[in-house]
């Protein structure tokens, strides 16, 4: 039985050497995102939310191994029984798991080990592609490829908060931080109407997007632009953080017991703002997108110019005439399934469905999303306090 996450349109069934080589090419840039750290960067847990850089490169290997190998290659013997607890992340029908906090106390197997691990599980799935790559098949390395992608930004977002827990602002890369061109904001206006939502046609899409319906939204409209670090500077000096009427109460609350009066990663240094990025500590360049906001500082900055989130209805809607993709951004949409939404049987039923709780709906993409990962359907979710993703902010307000 095909996952229903994976859209089954026989367009979508790639034949065996484009399959085998979209593998490689994935499992190729990961290993590109390691090249320049050392075994002691890939092994600490800053918090419970990054996981280490040990831990995803044997994660997304264990899942070839778990869900596709074990499954397709009667011959395959698994590489080390004890990995299925260490790598598995949140697939409870795949047997128990470590504690999701305890990843970073992972010192054995060594990074070394971790990468004949990866090589081995390489080594099978491109025998078991070059013998066979049947629709079903096709579509479980797909989606084994997409999952891959994913965790190569996780990877970079959880390495990044990893090294800001460092005192010397260590650089993973001087240039590895992508420019963003500013484009003139200005409002989009979208009429009254009834507009069609989700994923249609052919290519790779996740079972949250799917149940393609129509919605009715009341007139709108959409800035063109992000918000800027410059912009939101304003709200700052404003006393935006002090405010209580600008803050959802749950907001307010963590605002308060967390002690948050400015971005994550921005740092005062002689009474001038900076950040810290993957190329260091850098100067603060106002011009460009504020990032890694939680949906609670995204709102109360909305609310502070008189302004909305926009849904991620009407984001998708309107999403055809403004550019985005340097952050992902916040809606006002709560994380829920569509109609008609059914979970997958066995463990790729646990992918998504699960985590439809407390959750907010962020669009987009950003500077760290893998190259063809992104797509205008797209639904990304997190809890509200979430920061360390590269999120950001686009203004809506009625029309």
């Known amino acids: 039985m095909l996952p229903e996450m994976i859209n089954t349109n026989n367009t979508n069934v790639l034949p065996n050497q484009l399959v085998r080589d979209k593998y490689r090419e994935v499992r190729d840039y990961t290993m590109s995102l390691i090249s320049d750290l050392s075994p002691e960067d890939m092994v600490p847990q800053s918090a419970v939310f990054a996981s280490p850089v ?61 990468l004949e ?52 602002y260590p650089v993973y890369n001087k240039d590895f931080d992508p420019s963003y061109t500013k484009s003139e904001a200005a409002w989009i206006s979208m009429n009254t109407g009834i507009y069609e939502i989700g994923h249609a046609g052919p290519g790779f899409s996740y079972d949250n997007e799917h149940g393609r319906h129509r919605v009715h939204l009341e007139a709108y409209q959409l800035s063109s632009a992000l918000v800027t670090r410059g912009e939101y500077l304003e709200f700052m000096q404003a006393g935006g953080y002090d405010n209580v009427s600008y803050w959802l109460d749950e907001g307010w609350a963590w605002r308060q017991a967390q002690g948050i009066n400015s971005p994550l ?31 609670f500082e995204a709102s109360a900055y909305a609310s502070w110019k008189g302004c909305r989130l926009p849904t991620e209805f009407e984001w998708e809607a309107a999403s055809d005439g403004f550019t985005w ?73 009625d029309a």
């Open 54 to 114: 040990k831990w995803h490169i044997a994660h997304t290997t264990w899942f070839f191994e778990q869900l596709i190998l074990m499954k397709y290659d009667s011959a395959y013997q698994v590489f080390d029984p004890s990995y299925n607890y260490l790598f598995n992340s949140y697939y409870n029908t795949l047997g128990q798991r470590i504690e999701r906090g305890q990843r970073g106390l992972i010192t054995r197997p060594s990074v070394s080990r971790v």
């Open 117 to 168: 691990y990866r090589d081995y599980v390489d080594r099978h799935m491109e025998a078991l592609m070059d013998e066979q790559v049947s629709g079903e098949l096709a579509s479980l390395v797909t989606l084994g490829i997409n999952h891959e992608q994913q965790h190569q930004e996780l990877l970079l977002t959880d390495l990044k908060y990893t090294f800001s827990c460092n005192p010397t």
């Open 265 to 295: 990663y921005w740092i005062k240094d002689d009474e001038q703002w900076k950040r810290f990025s993957l190329a260091g500590l850098v100067d603060l360049e106002l011009e460009e997108p504020v990032c890694h906001l939680s949906h």
């Open 325 to 397: 993709g340097s952050r992902w951004e916040w809606t006002n949409s709560a994380y829920l399934p569509y109609p008609k939404y059914k979970t997958s049987p066995g463990a790729i039923g646990e992918y998504n469905g699960k985590f439809m709780s407390n959750q907010m709906v962020l669009r987009g993409a950003s500077i760290v999303t893998s190259p063809e990962h992104s797509r205008h359907t797209y639904r990304n979710f997190f809890p509200s306090a979430t920061r360390w993703q590269f999120s950001g902010l686009r203004l809506a307000q």
